[in-house]
């Protein structure tokens, strides 16, 4: 990665922009290749372009500006100007990023370990209060109840005057997506009702209505303050897509602090049938990834997020992370999705390295809403010590 100004791309407020250079780059499933053809597809609605629409040059690209403005968020972007040039157009058709401190808390929390849930809530279906509140008691926990918690979520939605009512021609607007019945509160609302800090990033606008205007992307949800910020746009594929990144930390009861990285990505669907096929997309963004978390491999860190792996765990993003997060338990193949007609995929996984004691990764038994089931693991902050035989990792 190489630094350079913030200028360029956004205004003052932004910390300031990295950049990555990308990596150079007969299914399991049948329905896999017809899945992600109707997504590819779908995916993005435009409205002609007109000759007196201004430049990419000239867009004043909402999305890189903060709220609140006094706050101190880092960029990392991908080293190729095409995708730059791609990037910013759907920038320029959201609302900034948004960060919610907690109102109060203890000078140092105390706290030996932290539940980290990964979720994609299908843009308001998921009922995320209704899990939080069984996280609370303990009923994903052999009823011990959770004190702490970060959660990862894909496809919140947020509906705000922030968002532009009205975008340029030809400027990218994908279709709204919104639940039938039951829709849940914004993200926004979502974080002050749970009492919790917000992290929380657009990566595409939902829908073109210019009358309660939405965007859609990844938001970080803790009960402790979220340090740190920052947003890694990932090489331009179908759609824009980011990864969101914090750190959290506290003091184990015996006194000794830690700190956890936890970073939030959503992939592409993209098949990249011209560009090198159906895996190409995702393990251009996974390399990107990596590049962008750096190679601090002592570091705890746990990336989760939605990867559309739509052939399953053996793609070749899935196995590059895993060589990557060396602590990455493993897991029962699981469908983490399911559509329409029976379809069903393992999209959703969770990775771990750093100092930190194993740990189980578990599929929740419902969906809430969603069309995604949420992971869970539940980590040790207090690594054991160096002459400690390894503890057995609960499959």
């Known amino acids: 990665m190489r630094a350079t100004s913030a200028a360029r791309h956004a205004p003052p407020l932004a910390a300031g922009v990295s950049r990555f ?5 007969v299914a399991r499933r049948a329905g896999a290749l ?16 007109t000759t007196d629409d201004r430049s990419d040059g000239a867009s ?15 960029w ?12 910013a157009r759907w920038c320029d058709t959201i609302g900034p990023v948004l960060l919610q401190r907690l109102a109060s808390q203890a000078a140092v929390p105390v706290s030996d370990r932290l539940a980290v849930m990964t979720w994609n809530v299908h843009v308001g279906s998921g009922n995320v209060a209704d899990v939080v509140r069984r996280l609370r008691r303990g009923e994903f926990t052999g009823g011990e109840p959770i004190e702490h918690f970060v959660l990862l979520l894909q496809e919140v939605y947020r509906r705000d005057t922030a968002v532009p009512a009205q975008i340029p021609r030809g400027f990218p607007a994908p ?19 749970l009492g919790v800090a917000l992290f929380y990033v657009p990566a595409m606008r939902n829908g073109i209505a210019s009358v309660d205007p939405e965007d859609r992307g990844n938001a970080i949800l803790s009960t402790l303050d979220l340090r740190d910020p920052v947003v890694v746009e990932l090489p331009m594929e179908n759609q824009r897509r980011t990864a969101v990144l914090a750190t959290v930390q506290a003091q184990a009861r015996d006194g000794s602090p ?5 970073a939030n990505v959503h992939l592409d669907t993209s098949l990249a049938i011209t560009r090198g096929g159906p895996f190409a997309a995702r393990r251009r963004q996974a390399h990107a990834l990596i590049d962008a978390l750096g190679a601090r491999t002592d570091e705890p860190t746990i990336l989760a997020g939605d990867f559309n792996t739509w052939w399953g765990p053996t793609e070749p993003a899935v196995n ?14 699981l469908a983490t999705w399911h559509g329409a007609l029976g379809l069903h995929a393992q999209l959703d996984y969770m990775f771990l390295s750093g100092a930190l004691a194993p740990a189980k990764v578990q599929r929740l038994s419902s969906r809430f809403g969603s ?9 040790t902050l207090t690594p054991p010590p160096r002459d400690a035989p390894p503890r057995p990792v609960t499959q």
Do not use: M
Not at 76 to 87: A, H, I, K, N, Y
Not at 176 to 190: K, M, T, Y
Not at 371 to 379: E, N
């Open 21 to 25: 250079r990308p990596a150079p780059g």
């Open 34 to 49: 017809a899945i992600c053809s109707l997504l590819a597809l779908a995916s993005c609605a435009r409205i002609p372009a």
């Open 60 to 74: 004043s690209l909402a999305c890189r500006q903060v709220v609140p403005p006094d706050a101190i968020v880092r």
């Open 76 to 87: 990392v972007e991908p080293e190729g100007r095409q995708d730059r040039d791609s990037l």
């Open 175 to 193: 279709d709204r997506i919104a639940a039938r019945v039951g829709r849940g509160p914004d993200i926004g609302h979502l974080a002050k009702d």
């Open 258 to 262: 830690w700190t956890l990285r936890v």
């Open 320 to 333: 590059i992370l895993r060589s990557a997060f060396p602590q990455t338990p493993r897991t029962p193949n």
């Open 371 to 379: 069309d995604h089931y949420p992971l869970l693991a539940v980590v």
